[in-house]
Structures are given as structure tokens and as C-alpha cells.
């Protein structure tokens, strides 16, 4: 009867939140647009991470492993020991992002991160309709940050990340600086999470606003090798709010499996389909003490193309 009981808590729960994270998101949209177009360093507003977006983006309420850099700094006390993860996004136009994130213990209530977040492309200049251009400049931009996380109580994590912010153009060289804020709570143990982070505060030298987004999510656990995942994020500045819903199995601990899905609304809404897959392995003789995870994730757009995400994790 207790477990039973504890069983509909956490749904009726679950639902509560969800459905207020809906109707928030609602609220504040028509808010949101008027400023649409008006931020520095737009490379901030693309998600990192492989395994996130296998799930359509839904991590916030997850934060179980060094992705979270990314998405909610709290999670980084998830970490067991030490934790690297790599990743290289393929889309369209030949604009590559790469994501690496490092995090590790230093005792049982702080755990530290680093984390790096860039996006390069080439653009050639022609002067006239030549085969050959005049000149090639790499442009893009990239974002350095340092974490923190502190475990308050068993059920409460708090994280912040400093970040520097470069965007690299053409005609000039932009500067700023912005923090993250974050939250973890697991009130019912791990059947439960619950985050919420605030992104991308701060401005530029140029006194030029930064994508800001807030963030809050929940992730359930039916099973340890089950996560069904739900995160809403608020473009505070540029865009509209998004729904992500996300699912991942583990099966033996071996291959899992993820789903996710996006909706939005406005001009040019993010909905549709994400899919993804992960592979855990052990390392050998010389890398026994080390275990290995390679995620990919696919993220369709009919209109701009496939993305292609390919990431590496490392525990150890």
C-alpha cells in the first residue's frame, strides 16, 4: 500500500509541474517575441550535447552526467569521481559546433567543471564571379566557463558557471562575459527530479544583450534504465518558449535508446523529431579504469537539413 500510495504522489506531482511549466509558457509568450532579433552571440542559443538532443533537449530535470554543463550547472554533483565528454555537430553550410565539457569531485558537497562551447564556419570573399575567392576568414564564436556545484542537502544541489563569451566576425571582434544559475532537487529520491536554471546572463562590451533562457524540467524513473524526460526553456530575449519531451532505455547497461520531440510556436516554430543512440564500453588493460560512452543523436529538419551530433564520454 505504501509503495502504491508514494506511486501516485509522484504522478500527481509530475502532472502539477508539468502542467504549470505549460501554462507559464503560454503566458509569457506573448511577451517574449517583441524583442525578437536583438541579441549578441547567437551561437549561445544552440543546445550542446549528444545525448540532450537524442532526447529532443529535455536535460534539465535529468543532469546525470557532465552534459549539464550545458544545461544546468546544479547536476554537475550527480558526478561520482571524474567525468570528460566531446562533441561534434555536423548541419548544414558547413558550420561545425563543438562542445567539451570536464568535471570533477573534490569531496562530497563540491564538485568543479570546465567547459568549452564553439561554433566556426568559413566564409570565402569574392570580388568578382571567380572559381577561386579572394579571401577565406573563419568566423564563429566560442564561450570558456568554470563551475561550480554545491550539494546542500541530499535532496538540494545548487551550481553557478562563470563563462567569457568571443564572438569572432568578419568586421570586428565582440566580447562578453555571462553566468549560469542552477538548481537540482530530487525530493522523492531518484524516482524524481526536478531543475531549473537561469542561461547566458550577462552582456557584451558593447553593452549588446545575450541570449538569456530559462529553464526548468523534470525527469521520472520508472526503472533505473527508463528516464522519461520533460523540459520547457524560456528565450527571455530572442524566440519563443519551447516544450522538449524525451525518453531514454538502457538495455543491460549496454545500448540505449532515446526519442525526443520539440514544439514551439511563432514565425519559425523548432517542432519535430529527434532520435538518438548510446553505447557504453569498458576499457582494457591499459584503460580498465576507464569507461567509455559514444552517443549520437539526429535532430531532422526538413527545411534546413539533418544535424548530425557524435559525442564521446569518459568516466573515470
Same mark, same amino acid.
Given at each position: 500500500?505504501?509503495?502504491r500510495?508514494?506511486?501516485?504522489?509522484?504522478?500527481?506531482?509530475?502532472?502539477a509541474?508539468?502542467?504549470f511549466?505549460?501554462?507559464?509558457?503560454?503566458a509569457?509568450?506573448?511577451?517574449?517575441?517583441?524583442?525578437?532579433?536583438?541579441?549578441?552571440?547567437?551561437?549561445?542559443?544552440?543546445?550542446a550535447?549528444?545525448?540532450?538532443m537524442?532526447?529532443?533537449?529535455?536535460?534539465?530535470?535529468?543532469?546525470?552526467?557532465?552534459?549539464?554543463?550545458?544545461?544546468?550547472?546544479?547536476?554537475?554533483t550527480?558526478?561520482?569521481?571524474?567525468?570528460?565528454?566531446?562533441?561534434?555537430?555536423f548541419?548544414?553550410?558547413?558550420?561545425?559546433?563543438?562542445?567539451?565539457?570536464?568535471?570533477?569531485?573534490?569531496?562530497?558537497k563540491?564538485?568543479?567543471?570546465?567547459?568549452l562551447?564553439?561554433?566556426?564556419?568559413?566564409?570565402?570573399?569574392?570580388?568578382?564571379?571567380?572559381?577561386?575567392?579572394?579571401?577565406?576568414?573563419?568566423?564563429?564564436?566560442?564561450?570558456?566557463?568554470?563551475?561550480?556545484?554545491?550539494?546542500?542537502?541530499?535532496?538540494?544541489?545548487?551550481?553557478?558557471t562563470?563563462?567569457?563569451?568571443?564572438?569572432?566576425?568578419?568586421?570586428?571582434?565582440?566580447?562578453?562575459?555571462?553566468?549560469?544559475?542552477?538548481?537540482?532537487?530530487?525530493?522523492?529520491?531518484?524516482?524524481?527530479?526536478?531543475?531549473?536554471?537561469?542561461?547566458?546572463v550577462?552582456q557584451?562590451?558593447?553593452? #549588446?544583450s545575450?541570449?538569456?533562457?530559462?529553464? !526548468?524540467?523534470?525527469?521520472? @524513473?520508472?526503472?533505473?534504465?527508463?528516464? %522519461? =524526460?520533460? +523540459?520547457?526553456?524560456?528565450?527571455?530575449?530572442?524566440?519563443?518558449?519551447?516544450?522538449?519531451?524525451?525518453?531514454?532505455?538502457?538495455?543491460?547497461?549496454?545500448?540505449?535508446?532515446?526519442?525526443?520531440?520539440n514544439a514551439?510556436?511563432?514565425e519559425?516554430?523548432?517542432?519535430?523529431?529527434?532520435?538518438?543512440? #548510446?553505447?557504453?564500453?569498458?576499457?582494457?588493460? !591499459?584503460?580498465?579504469g576507464? @569507461?567509455?560512452?559514444?552517443?549520437?543523436? %539526429? =535532430?531532422? +529538419?526538413?527545411?534546413?537539413?539533418h544535424?548530425?551530433?557524435?559525442?564521446?564520454?569518459?568516466?573515470?
Amino acid at each position: 500500500m505504501k509503495k502504491r500510495f508514494s506511486a501516485r504522489i509522484i504522478s500527481l506531482f509530475s502532472m502539477a509541474v508539468l502542467l504549470f511549466l505549460f501554462v507559464s509558457t503560454t503566458a509569457a509568450a506573448d511577451d517574449i517575441h517583441k524583442k525578437a532579433g536583438t541579441v549578441a552571440a547567437a551561437f549561445l542559443k544552440i543546445d550542446a550535447g549528444s545525448r540532450p538532443m537524442g532526447m529532443g533537449g529535455a536535460f534539465t530535470g535529468l543532469a546525470d552526467d557532465v552534459n549539464t554543463l550545458f544545461w544546468n550547472p546544479a547536476g554537475l554533483t550527480s558526478i561520482q569521481d571524474q567525468e570528460f565528454s566531446a562533441m561534434q555537430n555536423f548541419s548544414i553550410g558547413k558550420v561545425y559546433t563543438q562542445a567539451l565539457s570536464y568535471g570533477q569531485r573534490l569531496n562530497e558537497k563540491v564538485v568543479w567543471g570546465i567547459s568549452l562551447q564553439g561554433v566556426f564556419t568559413r566564409v570565402d570573399f569574392r570580388q568578382g564571379p571567380t572559381a577561386d575567392p579572394d579571401q577565406e576568414v573563419t568566423v564563429g564564436g566560442f564561450a570558456p566557463g568554470f563551475s561550480l556545484a554545491y550539494q546542500l542537502r541530499q535532496q538540494i544541489a545548487v551550481g553557478l558557471t562563470a563563462k567569457a563569451v568571443v564572438e569572432q566576425l568578419s568586421v570586428e571582434n565582440t566580447l562578453g562575459y555571462a553566468g549560469d544559475l542552477g538548481v537540482f532537487l530530487q525530493p522523492f529520491g531518484k524516482a524524481i527530479g526536478l531543475g531549473f536554471s537561469a542561461q547566458n546572463v550577462g552582456q557584451t562590451t558593447s553593452n #549588446g544583450s545575450l541570449p538569456m533562457i530559462i529553464r !526548468s524540467g523534470v525527469s521520472l @524513473h520508472p526503472e533505473e534504465s527508463i528516464s %522519461i =524526460v520533460a +523540459d520547457l526553456s524560456y528565450p527571455l530575449i530572442d524566440g519563443f518558449p519551447i516544450l522538449h519531451l524525451g525518453f531514454e532505455n538502457w538495455f543491460s547497461d549496454l545500448i540505449a535508446v532515446r526519442l525526443g520531440y520539440n514544439a514551439s510556436q511563432g514565425e519559425n516554430p523548432r517542432d519535430g523529431l529527434t532520435a538518438g543512440i #548510446g553505447l557504453r564500453r569498458r576499457g582494457r588493460i !591499459s584503460l580498465e579504469g576507464i @569507461h567509455f560512452q559514444f552517443d549520437y543523436a %539526429i =535532430v531532422p +529538419d526538413p527545411g534546413l537539413g539533418h544535424a548530425h551530433r557524435i559525442a564521446c564520454l569518459m568516466r573515470f
